[in-house]
């Protein structure tokens, strides 16, 4: 029993104890002195009734026949690319409905291939692709957006295996806002310099106060910098963020700006939506000016 529990985040469900010899009553009676704890219907946490992480995710799985995925925000936050649902359900999808499971929410659907579907630590769950057009049904377009840039920073994706899973849920909600934000394709690998030129282009055009470039505040060089109003401005780009590593360092960099708002944008914003860039930065130095 503990060593399928080990393996499982520290769970294991009423089949798997039945497997390893321990009856109804031998459950009971494991409940009774807490040896075992109710996680779900018939699963349980072994020896402690604090779920440690991930619990929650291996529990739910064993909670269905093994048909069903992890999906939505729970397959999400595995795969990094955004915040695990704050009410602690977690999202599962499957062929067919087994019905409710108070914790759980079930998604039913009517295609679930091979190629959307995955394994992570032991852990079945949707593809990272499949998984973004799952959310693009229920995200906000900034949340969609900023979940499409954490699956490419992970280099979770690659744009044909987007794409394809995008033809595959052809009429499915969802589809077409992220083919909208795809547009005619993922990413140019776009320098910082040529995001910064880009970004002139947008200050100039909406007659926004000309900021300082590349101007050092502290340790640090920021991108754009408007000094009195103590707004910055930093761009990403892929080519510069190849790797985890300076994603991470910029957001402890952003921490470490706190004298002034970071406003951070992507090329793909800067380039297809030039007027919500605009319009960001120009509230922002009505905001800090008194205007």
Request: some cysteine; proline content about 5%; charged content about 25%.
């Amino acid at each position: 029993m503990a060593w399928v529990a080990e393996r499982q985040a520290g769970t294991i469900s009423a089949a798997q104890l039945q497997i390893c010899g321990i009856t109804r009553s031998g459950i009971r009676h494991r409940l009774a002195h807490g040896r075992l704890h109710l996680l779900y219907r018939a699963v349980f946490l072994v020896g402690h009734a604090a779920a440690p992480d991930a619990a929650r995710q291996y529990g739910a799985i064993l909670a269905y026949p093994p048909d069903v995925l992890l999906a939505l925000a729970s397959a999400g936050a595995s795969w990094g690319m955004c915040d695990d649902d704050p009410s602690g359900t977690v999202h599962v999808t499957g062929l067919v409905n087994h019905g409710p499971t108070p914790g759980i929410c079930f998604h039913r659907t009517r295609l679930l291939p091979r190629a959307d579907r995955r394994s992570k630590n032991g852990l079945p769950l949707t593809s990272p692709a499949r998984t973004l057009i799952d959310l693009a049904a229920t995200m906000t377009e900034r949340e969609l957006e900023r979940a499409l840039d954490e699956a490419l920073i992970r280099r979770l994706l690659r744009e044909r295996d987007l794409r394809a899973a995008l033809d595959r849920s052809r009429g499915r909600a969802g589809v077409g806002r992220l083919r909208a934000l795809i547009g005619d394709g993922l990413d140019n690998g776009a320098t910082r310099s040529e995001a910064e030129r880009a970004f002139r282009r947008i200050v100039r055009a909406a007659e926004l106060p000309s900021p300082q470039y590349n101007e050092p505040v502290g340790r640090y060089v920021v991108d754009a910098l408007w000094r009195e109003e103590r707004l910055a401005v930093e761009l990403d780009s892929y080519r510069f963020h190849g790797s985890r590593i300076p994603f991470e360092a910029d957001r402890v960099r952003d921490a470490d700006l706190t004298e002034y708002t970071v406003r951070r944008f992507t090329w793909r914003r800067l380039t297809r939506n030039p007027e919500a860039v605009a319009a960001t930065v120009a509230r922002e130095l009505a905001l800090r000016s008194g205007g």
